[in-house]
């Protein structure tokens, strides 16, 4: 089945082009929940099976938070968006959708103190390297590539230091 998020007239309610089906609102209502019903229980197994879109629960899907995806995903042109809790979060999915025992990631030397921990503390459990380098020098970051090299990570301004980063220097060496 369809998407519906994707579908034009769903983009309409979420722009705020037409008012809200079920409050009249025009501009989209915040949904303060964390569950919803469903129609039968034949209906909560099709969404529990991911056979049907709908909402479950909002930690997995809410219309707020769909919203703010497909508005994302409009403004960087891209077919589709994950908003995350925190930058914490955003960072740990990324890192974890990619990464996996015996990997190993270059990162920029200055991060927020989170990120560090994460790279050097809770991702070395999972067997996951990180080698940090000069964030100012991408030759640095060069330097520091392994065949097992999955990813390279830095803050485009690190913390709490401040460290421009030049990204497209840094780019070029990824």
Do not use: W
């Not at 008012?19 to 197994?45: C, K, M, N, W």
């Not at 994302?72 to 891209?78: F, H, R, S, Y």
């Not at 392994?146 to 030049?166: C, I, K, Q, W, Y």
């Amino acid at each position: 089945m369809a998407d519906r998020r994707f579908q034009p007239e769903t983009l309409a309610i979420h722009a705020g082009q037409i008012p809200d089906a079920a409050t009249g609102a025009r501009a989209l209502p915040i949904y303060q929940t964390t569950s919803f019903v469903f129609d039968s229980a034949e209906h909560a197994a099709s969404l529990f099976n991911l056979q049907t879109f709908g909402n479950v629960y909002s930690r997995l899907s809410n219309p707020t938070v769909a919203a703010l995806e497909e508005r994302v995903a409009a403004l960087e042109n891209g077919r589709a968006a994950v908003a995350c809790a925190s930058g914490m979060a955003a960072e740990a999915l990324a890192l974890m959708t990619i990464l996996q025992a015996g990997d190993h990631v270059v990162a920029a030397g200055a991060l927020y103190g989170g990120s560090v921990t994460m790279l050097a503390v809770n991702l070395k459990k999972f067997g996951i390297e990180t080698s940090f380098v000069d964030a100012t020098d991408a030759d640095a970051f060069a330097a520091a590539i392994r065949p097992n090299t999955r990813a390279v990570f830095a803050e485009t301004l690190g913390n709490p230091s401040m460290v421009v980063l030049d990204i497209a220097a840094v780019v070029d060496v990824a």
